[in-house]
């Protein structure tokens, strides 16, 4: 069964830094491309952030571009999303995902 739990997030004041993470199991991790998204209060799902399953491609949306920085360590199964010059408008569930499967997310708050 695939499961992703994903953790490391909290709150943090405006220019801050975060990393989180995502812990796969029930599938080869290192086998598949990881998609990040988050959902900021009262809004919709939105995409964040993408890798390959080689580790050596990965894409941003532009709201994040420059500031946040996806990668992936195999040998454990887990995929990270490091933030950085964080935002109150960065303020959303992270959830992790691979294929159809999702994880139950991790709220990042940014606020003085």
């Known amino acids: 069964q695939v499961q992703l739990v994903e953790s490391g997030g909290g709150l943090v004041q405006p220019g801050g830094s975060l990393r989180l993470s995502c812990a796969g199991s029930?599938?080869?991790?290192?086998?598949?491309?990881i998609t990040w998204f988050r959902q900021a209060p009262r809004k919709g799902l939105e995409w964040v952030s993408a890798?390959?399953?080689?580790?050596?491609?990965?894409m941003y949306a532009d709201p994040v571009k420059g500031r946040f920085t996806i990668s992936r360590d195999d040998a454990n199964d887990t995929l990270y999303l490091q933030a950085r010059s964080l935002k109150p408008e960065d303020t959303s569930v992270y959830y992790c995902s691979v294929v159809d499967d999702w994880g139950e997310g991790t709220l990042v708050t940014v606020s003085p």
């Open positions: 029930g599938f080869f991790v290192s086998d598949y491309a």
């Open positions: 890798i390959n399953s080689a580790g050596d491609d990965t």
